[in-house]
């Protein structure tokens, strides 16, 4: 097991704030990296896989708006799902996902392997960033959940 969940749950832990995670392209593996570590409940509270944007707009709050004219595959929309997820899940901090993690579903503008990614601590600025990765389905879920978690670790150092 990587110690990367580990070293961000004791950093949450050291601070005394609480995680939620709002997945798309992830779908649900960042909860799953984080709950493979035992006693990570008294610091995560839960996430919520909003692979469909009628879940994004229904569970999490993202504006039809910001889904129509931004996509769902947007610094927008992962802005939207954290402030979602802290909101909906009731904690200090969220990581968001929404991506294509392919084999089909990309385009020219936004190809295979186009991931935003976000993390907030509630009450500051979103971290939230555009990745480009490179693999397989699986690499790529991968390489996106990874990132997340060292873009919240980072946040809290």
């Excluded at 950093?11 to 909860?31: D, K, M, Q």
């Excluded at 569970?59 to 889904?67: A, D, F, I, Q, R």
């Amino acid at each position: 097991m990587s110690t990367l969940p580990v070293e961000l749950l004791n950093e949450l832990r050291t601070r005394g704030l609480t995680l939620g995670t709002a997945e798309s392209c992830t779908g649900g593996n960042i909860a799953h990296r984080i709950t493979e570590v035992a006693g990570c409940s008294d610091v995560f509270m839960g996430g919520v896989v909003s692979y469909d944007n009628s879940v994004k707009h229904n569970v999490l709050g993202v504006k039809n708006e910001t889904l129509e004219c931004f996509g769902a595959v947007s610094r927008e929309t992962v802005c939207e799902m954290l402030s979602g997820t802290i909101r909906v899940v009731g904690t200090d901090c969220a990581v968001a996902t929404s991506g294509i993690a392919g084999p089909g579903g990309g385009s020219e503008e936004k190809p295979v392997g186009t991931v935003w990614i976000g993390a907030q601590i509630s009450g500051a600025e979103p971290d939230v960033r555009l990745f480009h990765f490179n693999g397989t389905r699986k690499e790529i879920i991968e390489q996106a959940t990874e990132q997340a978690l060292i873009m919240l670790l980072e946040l809290l150092k």
